[in-house]
């Protein structure tokens, strides 16, 4: 799930559901409630630990600051030197995904239906909305905050594109992470952990009573945010009135992508087909790793 969203387009709720812990984190960040603060200040951390699954949430949760950390840096380098490849790998990763979580729904009717449609709108749109211009202040990182990790945990909706989209990801995903800037991670760790759990609530209510209709949206999520995922697009970056590359702190500001073609069949379009084969084999083989843990 680190992994994942450190990646624009890419969201650790797919894989979470692909995996069959989606439901599980999502009760258990739900959990986070006035039982659990009564625990906490009335001394009770064994009931307070089981209250809120404790256990499973600390090893989701270190996977994820690990993974972040660690691959924050592997994925600046590629990204910089090799964007076809990771781009390639990961639209292998969601296209695989659409078909994993599809089938677990129970009954395709006109409602379902539709929720796949809206879904594949919305996540779509992302592609034609133009990215904010960073902003470093206290207020707006933690509405970063809070805004990214609701769609992190949300299948096909990727926290880092909406940092994007907000201005803010090379400041946080990169820059931040990658240099352990706790003045702007802090700000956005709060108003992560306050989004993940007023959402949680009624992600679990609308889960629980509609689950094939909310598994459909949520494909629907996945199947829009392919095309973010393309693995050839030029990047466009903002300029003046005057035409003139707009920069801050040294860096061009994104605006968007432009979706291209290959021109030539060759080597790079080769490895990046051979890629996107293994994103497909690694949701195969996360799949099967998910059933066999499950079935034991």
């Not at 380098?77 to 090799?82: S, V």
């Not at 202040?137 to 909706?157: D, E, H, Q, R, W």
């Amino acid at each position: 799930m680190g992994a994942a969203n450190v990646v624009p387009g890419v969201s650790g709720g797919t894989i979470a559901l692909i995996t069959g812990i989606f439901q599980k984190l999502i009760n258990s960040i739900k959990a986070f409630d006035l039982t659990a603060l009564k625990y906490l200040l009335t001394g009770k951390f064994k009931k307070l630990a089981q209250h809120i699954n404790l256990d499973f949430l600390i090893a989701v949760f270190a996977g994820v600051a690990v993974s972040i950390i660690t691959i924050a840096k592997l994925f600046g380098f590629l990204m910089d030197h090799y964007p076809v490849y990771l781009w390639s790998f990961f639209f292998g990763l969601i296209l695989a995904s659409i078909y994993f979580v599809g089938k677990t729904i129970d009954n395709w009717n006109l409602s379902t239906i539709i929720c796949l449609v809206i879904g594949t709108a919305i996540a779509g749109s992302f592609m034609v909305l133009k990215p904010a211009s960073e902003n470093d202040s206290v207020i707006y990182l933690f509405l970063c905050g809070i805004i990214a990790a609701c769609s992190m945990i949300l299948p096909g909706l990727s926290g880092s594109f909406v940092l994007i989209l907000l201005g803010n990801y090379r400041l946080v995903m990169i820059d931040a992470v990658n240099n352990l800037d706790f003045m702007i991670l802090i700000p956005v760790v709060i108003g992560a952990g306050v989004g993940l759990i007023a959402f949680s609530h009624f992600l679990a209510w609308i889960f629980k009573k509609y689950k094939n209709q909310t598994i459909a949206l949520l494909s629907g999520f996945i199947l829009g945010s392919l095309g973010l995922l393309w693995p050839w697009k030029n990047e466009i970056y903002l300029k003046d009135e005057l035409g003139n590359l707009i920069v801050k702190k040294g860096e061009n500001v994104l605006e968007g992508y432009e979706w291209v073609l290959p021109q030539h069949f060759n080597t790079e379009v080769i490895l990046a087909i051979v890629f996107i084969v293994i994103g497909i084999i690694t949701i195969w083989a996360t799949e099967y790793l998910a059933t066999k843990q499950e079935n034991n």
